[in-house]
């Protein structure tokens, strides 16, 4: 059974992150790569087998939503929610209003954002849904006393999160002290002792 590589959640990817197996970046060299090829096939492997995530928090209205068997759900207004994007175009494609809310130095708690999906193909016939989003900046949205105390919510649980992976790392990135080490150490207090004595 395999085990899951995880980081600490940050804003951006431009540092290095400790992960939950003792090292950083989930064994992915630091900084940006010049030359993929270059690298040992192993260390091709290890970055081939990573994958970004983007964490979308925040409230949704989904009037027509449906279950995975197409069953409607009823959901309240303003359902808080949290969604994790893995595939490279959704990554993508999500990433784009983020990046406009930073140039125009808004905050995305401000804006609402709409989203539909677009139908692909696999060449094996089976279909998938890739996300889109249409966004007017010109719309503000009043933040209210419940919506910061959602938000207060969404902070506490990346906190904890972080704190988990923190925990993780700092558990296995401690080194065992052999036995040979440790012999050494008796020695100097065996000695430090003796002369105290003397």
């Known amino acids: 059974m395999g085990t899951y590589h995880k980081t600490l959640m940050a804003d951006n990817l431009n540092s290095d992150l400790k992960d ?3 090292s950083f970046n989930c064994g992915k060299p630091s900084g940006y790569i010049k030359d ?3 690298l040992p096939v192993a260390t091709q492997e290890v970055i081939k087998q990573i994958k970004r995530v983007r964490v979308v928090f925040g409230l949704i ?6 279950d995975e ?3 409607k759900v009823s959901l309240d207004d303003n359902t808080p929610f949290i969604w994790e994007i893995d595939n490279r175009d959704a990554f993508k494609t999500m990433g784009e ?4 809310f930073n140039q125009t130095k808004r905050l995305p708690v401000q804006h609402f954002l709409q989203l539909t999906s677009e139908e692909r193909a696999l060449p094996s016939g089976a279909k998938f849904y890739l996300p889109n989003y249409s966004l007017d900046l010109q719309k503000s949205v009043k933040v209210t006393d419940d919506d910061q105390n959602t938000f207060i919510n969404f902070m506490a649980w990346i906190d904890n999160y972080n704190s988990y992976i923190f925990n993780e790392w700092e558990m296995k990135a401690k080194a065992p002290v052999s036995q040979e080490d440790k012999d050494i150490v008796d020695d100097f207090i065996d000695v430090d002792v003796e002369e ?3």
């Not at 209205?61 to 449906?66: E, G, L, R, S």
């Not at 209003?97 to 406009?100: G, R, V």
Request: charged residues 25%; proline residues 9%.
């Open 36 to 38: 993929f090829k270059a």
């Open 20 to 22: 939950n197996q003792g």
């Open 69 to 71: 068997k197409g069953d």
């Open 196 to 198: 105290e004595v003397a």
């Open 97 to 100: 209003p983020f990046n406009k």
């Open 61 to 66: 209205d989904m009037p027509n939503a449906t």
